[in-house]
């Protein structure tokens, strides 16, 4: 990594010797402006201590080098490289890690200049002998650094990939196997107790080559995590039936429904910002893999019914249809239900009127202005209907049946 070490004369190796043994100034001096730099202000004290011995480190060892004249050992350079390796798993960025270095050789040429800043001879040889040696030593260290975190991240990159695979298939394939969907989450340093959320993204992947999609998949995982203020390190992301699932974790204490509301506002603003996406569905926050599964399931459910003009919202919530759905899982409930849509269309108007009924929020006099009928015929209908079915309009019970009933019918062709 380093050419010739340069010589130097006595008087000047008196000098940087003194500053060797006790290095600490300029290396306080690097540490307190790294941690003004971006990627390193949020590290937890641990990761700093971390950081503030290999800036030790860096310092003897340039010191080694210049006054005995000696490269590093084998392990000290895999120290640097294993310091490196670190940073990746820490979020430390790689740009990050590279201003240390020019940083380390800013302060230390600093610290050293004052050391010969009285004496002419010893400042030009200083300028001549040692500062091109000096930035030589930083960049090789740079390289070096640079080519163990990229190595790194390239691993880790292969090694989640592995993990994350293990993790799908067992959330879609075996679902009840606990064991594995503990060990797989615990993998990826994240909690396999907490409850979580899916979110299904139609964008047209379907049209992309598998190159082009894992780009967009990652573009649409950073949008996700911006939207809904969530770490990207958070998000479990994996492609399910031609969509991309996004897995956002909840609260213990959080209720359903709160989780459903604060997702829906987040996928609205994301919608606004990617006019690529053509729907996002929302399913139920759930627990364990089988809870994962059913919640993804739920997205993608809520974006089939948008997307076949069930609703014209981009942004669609299982807990929207989850009725109906549930209805329409009961083969005997769901032909009960639609068989009585069916009794009141063998007249067309008072089929009409009820769907009209619904539509207008079971207002009696804007249903009677849509149909473009007399209040009293529009009572007159309602009270055939309730004869017919033998049921009560006012009845929350009937209210309720007819209007699932009217959603199922509605819905049929969406099979």
Same mark, same amino acid.
Not at 41 to 60: G, H, K, M, V, W
Not at 132 to 142: I, K, M, R, S, Y
């Given at each position: 990594?380093?050419?010739?070490?340069?010589?130097?004369?006595?008087?000047?190796?008196?000098?940087?010797?003194?500053?060797?043994?006790?290095?600490?100034?300029?290396?306080?001096?690097?540490?307190?402006?790294?941690?003004?730099?971006?990627?390193?202000?949020?590290?937890?004290?641990?990761?700093?201590?971390?950081?503030?011995?290999?800036?030790?480190?860096?310092?003897?060892?340039?010191?080694?080098?210049?006054?005995?004249?000696?490269?590093?050992?084998?392990?000290?350079?895999?120290?640097?490289?294993?310091?490196?390796?670190?940073?990746?798993?820490?979020?430390?960025?790689?740009?990050?890690?590279?201003?240390?270095?020019?940083?380390?050789?800013?302060?230390?040429?600093?610290?050293?200049?004052?050391?010969?800043?009285?004496?002419?001879?010893?400042?030009?040889?200083?300028?001549?002998?040692?500062?091109?040696?000096?930035?030589?030593?930083?960049?090789?260290?740079?390289?070096?650094?640079?080519?163990?975190?990229?190595?790194?991240?390239?691993?880790?990159?292969?090694?989640?990939?592995?993990?994350?695979?293990?993790?799908?298939?067992?959330?879609?394939?075996?679902?009840?196997?606990?064991?594995?969907?503990?060990?797989?989450?615990?993998?990826?340093?994240?909690?396999?107790?907490?409850?979580?959320?899916?979110?299904?993204?139609?964008?047209?992947?379907?049209?992309?080559?598998?190159?082009?999609?894992?780009?967009?998949?990652?573009?649409?995982?950073?949008?996700?995590?911006?939207?809904?203020?969530?770490?990207?390190?958070?998000?479990?992301?994996?492609?399910?039936?031609?969509?991309?699932?996004?897995?956002?974790?909840?609260?213990?204490?959080?209720?359903?429904?709160?989780?459903?509301?604060?997702?829906?506002?987040?996928?609205?603003?994301? %919608?606004? =910002?990617? +006019?690529? @996406? #053509? $729907?996002?569905?929302?399913? /139920?926050?759930?627990?364990?893999? &089988?809870?994962? *599964? %059913?919640? =993804?399931? +739920?997205? @993608? #459910? $809520?974006?089939?019914?948008? /997307?076949?003009?069930?609703?014209? &919202?981009?942004? *669609?919530?299982?807990?929207?249809?989850?009725?109906?759905?549930?209805?329409?899982?009961?083969?005997?409930?769901?032909?009960?239900?639609?068989?009585?849509?069916?009794?009141?269309?063998?007249?067309?108007?008072?089929?009409?009127?009820?769907?009209?009924?619904?539509?207008?929020?079971?207002?009696?006099?804007?249903?009677?202005?849509?149909?473009?009928?007399?209040?009293?015929?529009?009572?007159?209908?309602?009270?055939?209907?309730?004869?017919?079915?033998?049921?009560?309009?006012?009845?929350?019970?009937?209210?309720?049946?007819?209007?699932?009933?009217?959603?199922?019918?509605?819905?049929?062709?969406?099979?």
């Amino acid at each position: 990594m380093f050419t010739t070490i340069p010589q130097i004369s006595r008087r000047l190796r008196e000098g940087l010797t003194t500053l060797a043994n006790d290095p600490s100034v300029p290396i306080e001096r690097v540490y307190a402006s790294l941690m003004k730099v971006e990627g390193y202000q949020a590290l937890s004290p641990a990761i700093r201590d971390d950081i503030f011995r290999s800036i030790e480190q860096l310092a003897n060892l340039w010191f080694q080098l210049l006054l005995k004249g000696t490269h590093p050992a084998q392990p000290v350079m895999a120290e640097i490289e294993e310091s490196a390796r670190r940073r990746v798993h820490q979020s430390v960025p790689l740009e990050a890690l590279l201003r240390a270095t020019q940083v380390g050789a800013r302060e230390i040429w600093q610290a050293s200049v004052e050391v010969a800043e009285e004496e002419a001879d010893l400042a030009r040889e200083l300028a001549l002998n040692v500062a091109p040696f000096l930035f030589e030593f930083f960049e090789g260290v740079a390289q070096t650094l640079a080519q163990a975190y990229v190595q790194e991240q390239r691993h880790r990159t292969h090694w989640r990939d592995a993990i994350l695979y293990q993790l799908y298939t067992v959330i879609f394939h075996a679902p009840h196997d606990h064991a594995s969907f503990t060990t797989a989450m615990s993998a990826l340093g994240l909690d396999p107790s907490l409850p979580r959320m899916a979110i299904a993204l139609d964008a047209g992947f379907e049209t992309l080559t598998s190159e082009i999609r894992e780009r967009e998949s990652e573009r649409y995982a950073l949008a996700v995590s911006r939207h809904f203020r969530v770490e990207r390190e958070a998000i479990i992301h994996v492609w399910h039936r031609g969509r991309a699932i996004f897995w956002l974790p909840g609260q213990r204490a959080e209720l359903a429904a709160q989780s459903d509301l604060a997702a829906s506002q987040c996928a609205q603003s994301l %919608a606004h =910002a990617e +006019e690529r @996406i #053509r $729907a996002i569905g929302i399913g /139920l926050l759930n627990e364990g893999a &089988a809870g994962w *599964a %059913a919640s =993804a399931n +739920e997205a @993608i #459910r $809520a974006v089939e019914v948008s /997307l076949r003009g069930a609703t014209v &919202a981009r942004v *669609a919530r299982y807990s929207d249809i989850a009725l109906e759905e549930t209805v329409r899982a009961a083969g005997d409930v769901m032909r009960y239900l639609v068989s009585l849509v069916e009794q009141i269309g063998t007249d067309t108007d008072l089929l009409a009127t009820l769907n009209a009924f619904y539509a207008n929020g079971r207002r009696r006099r804007p249903t009677a202005d849509a149909l473009g009928i007399h209040l009293n015929t529009l009572n007159y209908r309602l009270e055939r209907i309730e004869k017919m079915l033998d049921a009560s309009l006012d009845d929350a019970q009937w209210v309720a049946r007819l209007d699932i009933a009217l959603k199922l019918t509605h819905g049929a062709g969406r099979e």
